[in-house]
């Protein structure tokens, strides 16, 4: 477990603080690790991956690089800025009690809130801001199921600043939860194309656009980005919540 609350409130050092869990796959830490490109035209060509593994995200058309922005990027739609990460991350189909789950954690301020990928692979699977009030998962590597978290009220995930936490359970009954600034979303538990459950393989290996179709732009800031190979536990995603609301001021 994290005891990231612990750490900040007694005054620990708070860098490495993700790094403690376990199956870090990816951490474009705030911050941290953004390589300008080196023709001078002030985008960023990597921004380094923070976990250890360097799974570093990467983009060498100029045209298509971000702009660094409050220790993140700001990523413009009609720009298609998008970042290719260094290795895929896979993640299998649930087929028992400890498999399938995994986490994917970021902080956004969208300009729209429509059709923002956050990561994707080629095969068009998808973890996509599709609405302010759905998030979408869409895995295909044992067959294609669209899973929509569509907010019970309200529009939550709309253009403002936020910490966004998206959470699998590992085994077969694959219910995704959903936090905002580290308060939960009821988003249902409905069937697999409305809400809730989603037990089949993914890949990703894009950040910021849907990869195999090249649309679903991300248009807004994001400021860091982690994803886990695992479910988190309730421990461990207070933590995070904790540390990554700490981090922004949210």
């Avoid at 199956?23 to 474009?28: A, I, V």
């Avoid at 300008?36 to 976990?51: I, P, T």
């Avoid at 220790?71 to 400890?98: C, M, P, Q, R, W």
Wanted: aromatic share 6%; glycine share 14%.
């Amino acid at each position: 477990m994290l005891g990231l609350g612990n750490a900040i409130t007694s005054g620990g050092a708070v860098s490495d603080l993700l790094t403690m869990t376990t199956d870090l796959e990816l951490w474009l830490k705030n911050n941290s690790g953004i390589v300008l490109d080196s023709g001078g035209a002030g985008g960023c060509s990597q921004w380094r991956d923070s976990s250890g593994n360097s799974n570093h995200a990467s983009q060498a058309t100029t045209g298509n690089q971000a702009t660094p922005s409050g220790g993140g990027l700001l990523l413009v739609e009609a720009n298609e800025d998008h970042y290719d990460l260094a290795s895929d991350i896979t993640i299998e189909k649930a087929t028992t009690s400890s498999t399938g789950g995994f986490a994917c954690a970021w902080v956004s301020d969208f300009v729209s809130s429509t059709q923002n990928t956050i990561l994707s692979d080629s095969n068009d699977e998808v973890i996509q801001v599709r609405s302010s009030s759905l998030i979408r998962l869409f895995t295909n590597d044992d067959g294609a199921v669209a899973t929509e978290l569509e907010a019970d009220t309200g529009t939550p995930f709309g253009s403002a600043k936020m910490v966004i936490l998206l959470n699998r359970s590992a085994g077969t009954s694959g219910v995704c939860t959903v936090y905002k600034n580290g308060i939960n979303i009821p988003v249902g538990n409905g069937t697999l194309a409305t809400a809730g459950d989603n037990i089949m393989g993914f890949d990703v290996d894009t950040v910021g656009s849907r990869g195999g179709s090249g649309t679903g732009f991300f248009d807004g800031e994001l400021l860091e980005l982690a994803f886990w190979s695992k479910s988190l536990s309730a421990q461990e995603i207070s933590d995070v919540n904790d540390y990554l609301t700490t981090i922004h001021g949210l």
